[in-house]
């Protein structure tokens, strides 16, 4: 009997009979010759996807209407005004009428640059936002073409990151290779964002050790308050540029307002989270030193901050990976006093 | 002329289905596949899901709590059974076996009740029709002469392992003259010698599809009727029958059965389809051997050629509906381990690469997925010797035969049916490389062994029987309702 076919030959075990044996058995391996070792169901296992983030959208948007309107209106008086303006500077004289002119063409120019960068930031945040929402979606229904895409477009979302080079010519050399639209996701995560997590736990984290340290030190709660809001700002910003996002103004003020949104929706989590312990603890230190506790207490505040930031600029959810916690954040915050600030 | 009517009767049907649907809407889903494919079954498990709210993790409505009920609706034809919805789970559930072949076309109507994304109540009318998987067959004889099919019909029995199944037809039909007088004896031999053929062609050691016409396979209630008496002759494709000869009384009678059977059932079946699933049972053809998966991807590009199939526009949807969304479905996926799943697809693909393009020029939707309706096995590794295999679990059907055992039934084995290859221009080969089939060799010697397996064993709840286990049915619905129920 000739065999031209190269792959492997059907065959068959009775789970009767006597040279099979089901499960593991290490031992017995030698009496029984054949082991069928049944496995856990993989079809139907529900794959764990976080929630994604989505503001039911009813309607009309009024809101944007709104502010569209009055934005416009702004400009019309201020493009009035400055009509007038050259028209009085004219009649004075043709110099400074000139010169006016100047002016208000070069502003004009520098507006508009700065509104097609802002819309720029504003379009990145939102192919981030649709990103993560179809990186969850190929995560449950597995589709390889999709999974391809959302790859495809991680890979041109991180092109300006340059630690990730090796990282994009890994997940590159994987394109064309089979596997399934969730497992594609995944090893995406794993290749692309590992790096990017650990850069984003010692930005957070060094920024919850300094408001630590600055609450404990400064002498006045007012100077506080605006320390913490100002390194909040700063923080979302550096992890948004640390996932790709690099937004404008505009685009930081939606980002602050996204991560708000989140923190409050997602408060309930900090709980299991291990808040209580954190909370106590500080109480504790509290007991020690009111200036301590208090300083204790902003840095963890920063930290879930950072923490909110970093679900909402990651491009991917966490399927793959760990989801740092507070309490890991913590303990390098805590750890934080002692050593030298890591340069990020 | 007839073809211009029927157009327009055509038209006029779905005029009047769009007026009615503005304000019911409605999904006509063509379950479409050839015989064995597994349309009852996938059919039952379809409408216990939705019934009883199946484990859909990817089917969205469902998995987010938006469908609020569904039920079984009063079916809007008359004259057409009621699929038996009932008794189909029952013999799947408590005697734990698969449906027999469907002998008559039935019909269900399911209602989903569902809040749309926005919040408003909606109910979306899904209907479904189930017919014999031979008549599907019937649809490419809508535009082939009698002699063009009869050509194509003598020519393909001398093919492959058909010359040998068709010996008897053969020999006789080279005894008749189609110029010869009328002759209905002579009629009669043929049409049974031909139906013989046709018979032991579907026997599952050859697993051929492409058998038309479907009605001698699976008469319906025209058994022994004129219409059912003829067969191809030996005649030149452009030739014209002489008065009173042999030749035109086939060629009449050929004609009446298109008339008869196959336009009506087009019209009321297929012509006014949204959506459109194609099972297709890829394992047995590979299980018989190359000469069958040639068959079957010949029989489904004839198939998939009868459907309005392209982007949805306003006035298609009144005049000519058309399908656009279309689900290749290999079926049986649960006879392979996950692992061959993509290789699966991969061959499906292949098997319809021609159909698929076509489609995906008009704009309709093409997509392709390992399924099981019914998951009947499990999943295992078999070591043996530092060897390991990926295995499926289950009860093989009594009766079926592998490496030398023979099942009753009961059994539970551990089955590996053969690596597909990674490339699935491998199994389309013809040539000395090609694999061993069944129909070729004795089942020892076969390159894969696909045994058919008994339904699983499920514990009932006291709610009734909990969610029948599939494998992509979730995505399959997703796919073909699921945009519908945003």
């Known amino acids: 009997m000739n065999k031209t076919w190269p792959h492997r030959a059907p065959a068959v075990f009775r789970l009767d009979d006597g040279n099979v044996i089901v499960g593991l058995a290490e031992d017995a391996a030698a009496k029984y010759p054949v082991q069928v070792i049944p496995e856990p169901d993989t079809e139907t296992s529900v794959i764990a996807v976080d929630d994604p983030l989505q503001w039911p959208r009813r309607g009309f948007r009024w809101g944007a209407a709104f502010w569209g309107a009055v934005g416009g209106l702004i400009l019309l008086a201020a493009g009035l005004g400055m009509v007038r303006l050259i028209e009085d500077l004219f009649a004075r004289s043709r110099e400074f009428g000139f010169l006016g002119l100047a002016l208000a063409i070069l502003a004009a120019v520098a507006f508009s640059v700065i509104v097609i960068r802002e819309t720029m930031g504003l379009a990145r945040l939102a192919t981030i936002e649709k990103l993560n929402r179809r990186a969850s979606d190929t995560l449950l229904n597995d589709d390889r073409r999709e999974g391809l895409a959302v790859t495809r477009a991680l890979l041109a979302l991180t092109r300006r990151t340059p630690r990730l ?31 990017l997590d650990q850069q984003a736990r010692r930005i957070v984290s060094a920024a919850a050790t300094r408001v630590s340290a600055f609450t404990a030190v400064s002498p006045r709660a007012a100077i506080d308050v605006l320390f913490v809001f100002g390194s909040a700002l700063v923080l979302v910003r550096r992890l948004s540029l640390l996932y790709g996002a690099r937004p404008g103004a505009l685009g930081l003020m939606r980002l602050m307002r996204l991560v708000v949104l989140h923190l409050a929706m997602t408060g309930g989590m900090a709980t299991s989270d291990g808040l209580i312990q954190q909370m106590l603890g500080h109480g504790i230190a509290g007991k020690l030193s009111a200036r301590l506790g208090e300083g204790l207490l902003n840095g963890f505040l920063t930290a879930r901050l950072g923490l909110a930031a970093i679900d909402v600029v990651r491009p991917l959810p966490f399927t793959a990976l760990p989801r740092p916690t507070l309490r890991n954040l913590m303990s390098d915050v805590l750890r934080g006093f002692g050593e030298k600030e890591e340069a990020p | 002329m007839g073809e211009l009517i029927e157009r327009i009767r055509l038209a006029a049907a779905a005029l009047a289905d769009f007026s009615s649907h503005l304000f019911d809407p409605t999904i006509r889903l063509g379950v479409t596949g050839l015989a064995n494919a597994g349309k009852t079954v996938f059919i039952t498990a379809l409408v216990h899901g939705l019934l009883r709210g199946g484990r859909f993790p990817v089917f969205e409505a469902m998995a987010t709590g938006r469908v609020a009920r569904a039920y079984l609706a009063p079916q809007p034809d008359y004259a057409v059974p009621r699929f038996d919805y009932e008794s189909h789970l029952d013999a799947l559930v408590d005697k734990r076996l698969w449906p027999a072949s469907t002998r008559q076309i039935s019909e269900l109507r399911l209602v989903i009740e569902y809040q749309s994304q926005r919040g408003h109540q909606r109910a979306l009318t899904l209907d479904i029709v189930d017919y014999p998987g031979e008549w599907l067959l019937d649809l490419p004889l809508l535009d082939k002469s009698y002699e063009a099919w009869a050509a194509e019909s003598v020519s393909l029995s001398r093919l492959g392992p058909r010359a040998g199944l068709a010996r008897d037809w053969n020999s006789y039909l080279a005894t008749l003259d189609p110029k010869g007088a009328e002759d209905e ?49 030996d005649v030149a494709g452009d030739g014209i029958a002489p008065k009173g000869s042999l030749w035109a009384l086939m060629r009449r009678r ?22 459109q699933i194609v099972l297709v049972d890829t394992l047995a053809a590979i299980n018989a051997g190359p000469d069958a998966v040639l068959d079957l991807e010949r029989a489904l590009a004839q198939v998939l050629d009868c459907f309005q199939i392209g982007r949805k526009t306003i006035l298609s949807t009144m005049l000519r509906p058309r399908i656009d969304r279309i689900l290749l479905a290999a079926t049986k996926a649960d006879h392979l381990h996950h692992t061959s799943h993509d290789r699966l697809e991969a061959v499906l693909k292949r098997l319809t690469q021609e159909a698929t393009a076509k489609a995906e020029l008009a704009g309709a939707q093409v997509d392709v997925v390992a399924l099981a309706a019914v998951r009947a096995t499990r999943e295992a590794t078999v070591r043996r010797a530092r060897q390991e295999l990926p295995c499926i679990l289950g009860v093989p059907v009594a009766g079926e035969v592998l490496a030398g055992e023979t099942f009753d039934g009961e059994t539970e084995a551990a089955l590996f049916p053969g690596d597909l290859p990674d490339d699935p221009n491998e199994l389309f080969r013809s040539d000395a490389s090609a694999f061993q089939g069944i129909s070729t060799t004795s089942p020892q010697n076969a390159d894969f062994r696909f045994l058919r397996v008994r339904p699983p064993l499920l514990e009932a709840t006291e709610s009734g029987i909990s969610a029948l286990p599939h494998i992509r049915l979730d995505r399959a619905l997703q796919f073909l309702i699921g945009d519908r129920l945003q």
Request: aromatic share 10%; charged share 25%.
């Open chain 1, 165 to 195: 080079a090796r990282s994009r010519a890994i997940m590159e050399s994987h394109l064309g290779d089979i596997i399934d639209g969730a497992d594609m996701v995944r090893l995406a995560e794993r290749e692309l964002m590992t790096p």
């Open chain 2, 185 to 233: 004896q002579a009629a009669l031999t043929a049409a049974k010698l031909f139906t013989a053929y046709l018979k032991a062609c579907r026997d599952k050691n050859y697993a051929m599809s492409l058998l038309p016409p479907g009605r001698f396979l699976m008469p319906g209630d025209l058994g022994n009727t004129p219409a059912l008496t003829f067969a191809p002759l």
């Open chain 2, 254 to 275: 050929y004609d009446a059965y298109r008339d008869i059977v196959v336009r009506p059932f087009f019209r009321d079946h297929f012509a006014r389809l949204d959506r």
